[in-house]
């Protein structure tokens, strides 16, 4: 996803990715939304990176690690911390991109009413 919003962002600053601003409006709510409910998940996120208290059993030790690396990262997951990390990044990177769509289509918009008004 976060590839994907940095393509986004690009094609907006490179011209070719233009949008209304009420176009844009239901998607820069979503993203507001989403980016709002994150911070609240930052909130609780904290816990998940408590040890677990599970005991000293080798079992228990490997149930701690297995959740550690759930939350942080390794073996072979992303982790949902970092997860979350990549998530608020792509969401900052299409909020970037739809503002600069937005002031791509107001310059072409401008500029084909400078065009109109020359004529």
Do not use: C
Request: proline share 2%.
């Amino acid at each position: 996803m976060t590839a994907n919003m940095q393509g986004l962002k690009q094609a907006a600053e490179s011209g070719s990715f233009a949008i209304s601003k009420a176009g844009a409006e239901a998607y820069l709510k979503a993203i507001d939304d989403a980016q709002k409910e994150l911070r609240q998940l930052d909130r609780h996120t904290f816990v998940l990176s408590n040890d677990t208290k599970l005991g000293t059993s080798p079992d228990a030790q490997a149930m701690t690690r297995y959740n550690a690396e759930s939350v942080n990262g390794g073996g072979g997951t992303t982790g949902i911390i970092p997860a979350i990390n990549q998530l608020k990044a792509a969401l900052e990177e299409a909020r970037q991109a739809l503002q600069k769509a937005i002031e791509n289509y107001r310059e072409v918009d401008d500029a084909k009413a400078n065009t109109f008004k020359r004529h």
